[in-house]
């Protein structure tokens, strides 16, 4: 094993012990007792809460079995990442009112 996917599984395996603490309780949603054991999901509206976690759950079950634990962690930061941009106040920019510094054609790009 690799050092990179060493670290990975350090990642992956405490973020596995919170999924399964949480999908064994039973009191309120899962996205609920998700965002109360991953509190940056707070920044989410409640509907992408429960994207989110249904999201979640999905990639590390296919972690789990495909044995590629990138899955789950990419999933879980792309999640994260967009909570704490949510929390950061970006949400409320609204992309026509972005003004870019060049076009695409200026760079080369299609």
């Known amino acids: ?3 990179r996917e060493a670290d990975a ?4 395996l405490p973020f596995a012990a919170g999924l399964i603490t ?16 991953f509190r940056w999901m707070l920044a989410l509206s ?14 590390a079950r296919a972690s789990f079995a495909t044995g590629q634990v990138h899955l ?3 999933e879980r930061t792309a999640w994260r990442e967009t909570a704490t941009a949510i929390a950061a106040g970006l949400a409320s920019y609204p992309v026509d009112s972005l003004e870019w510094l060049e076009d695409a054609e200026s760079v080369g790009r299609p």
Not at 9 to 12: G, K, N, Q, S
Not at 22 to 37: C, N, P, Q, Y
Not at 46 to 59: I, K, M, S, T, W
Request: glycine letters at 4%; hydrophobic letters at 40%.
């Open 1 to 3: 094993m690799s050092h």
């Open 72 to 74: 789950a962690i990419a």
């Open 46 to 59: 409640p509907g992408d809460q429960a994207q989110c976690a249904q999201d979640l759950v999905n990639a």
């Open 22 to 37: 949480v999908t064994l309780d039973d009191e309120g949603t899962l996205s609920s007792r998700m965002a109360d054991r």
């Open 9 to 12: 599984r350090a990642v992956l």
